[in-house]
């Protein structure tokens, strides 16, 4: 079965700093991959999901993703962080073929300083 | 619908009783999902229904928790005699067959007293 694991509960970087979120699955075959975000009182939305090709994935408000299949990982990435970034941020591992379920992280949460 | 529907927003229950949650997925999505997001904490997979297929309810915590779909359309999650444990927001999400993208509802938040 599919797991994933975000080693960081919470995060605080400064506003125009730069942003990496880590993100390790573990999945015996071809993964689907997705970050999603939840702001607060808001839902999750989807911010860049992978499939296949590029390994480089790009997303919504400035966020991109790097699948690495010999690290397992899928980290988040942001060059320059704005206060309206603080959320949670969930990353997810869902099987290959056909829609299954998908399998999510713990979260990482995000807060911005000034 | 334009988007996933999931009733009530609020739910305050006594300790023992049933209750019901309702969700309406996006017209034509085959995908249903169940989470369970405890305070300040991750989704927790409860349930996955696809079409017709036998249900992947390896996620439900105890028997006292079922959920059915009718076909394509609503699904209702189930808790019987619930318990203070049960608090969380339960989020229900339905996606396009075999693209995996699921559109969350923005979640029925459950007190139990």
């Known amino acids: 079965a599919q797991s994933v694991t975000q080693p960081d509960i919470h995060i605080t970087v400064s506003e125009g700093a730069s942003l990496e979120l880590r993100c390790n699955y573990s999945y015996g075959a071809t993964p689907y991959l997705f970050w999603y975000v939840q702001s607060p009182g808001q839902g999750l939305q989807l911010l860049l999901k992978?499939?296949?090709?590029?390994?480089l994935v790009q997303g919504i408000k400035g966020f991109e993703a790097e699948f690495k299949r010999s690290q397992s990982s899928f980290n988040l990435r942001k060059p320059s962080v704005h206060w309206s970034d603080a959320a949670e941020y969930f990353c997810?591992?869902?099987?290959?073929?056909?829609?299954?379920?998908?399998?999510f992280g713990q979260g990482t949460r995000l807060t911005i300083n000034p | 619908g334009a988007g996933v529907s999931q009733s009530p927003s609020n739910k305050v229950t006594e300790k023992g009783k049933d209750v019901e949650l309702r969700c309406d997925p996006i017209?034509?999505?085959?995908?249903l999902y169940w989470y369970r997001q405890r305070l300040g904490q991750g989704l927790e997979f409860l349930i996955y229904f696809q079409g017709n297929s036998a249900p992947d309810k390896s996620g439900l915590p105890s028997d006292r928790f079922s959920a059915e779909r009718t076909g394509e359309s609503v699904s209702t999650l189930t808790i019987q005699r619930t318990q203070q444990e049960d608090s969380a927001v339960y989020l229900c999400?339905?996606?396009?067959?075999?693209?995996?993208?699921?559109?969350f509802g923005a979640g029925s938040r459950l007190t139990v007293l």
């Open positions: 017209s034509g999505h085959t995908a």
């Open positions: 997810a591992v869902g099987e290959a073929r056909g829609a299954q379920k998908l399998v």
């Open positions: 999400a339905s996606s396009p067959s075999r693209m995996n993208v699921l559109t």
């Open positions: 992978y499939f296949s090709g590029d390994t």
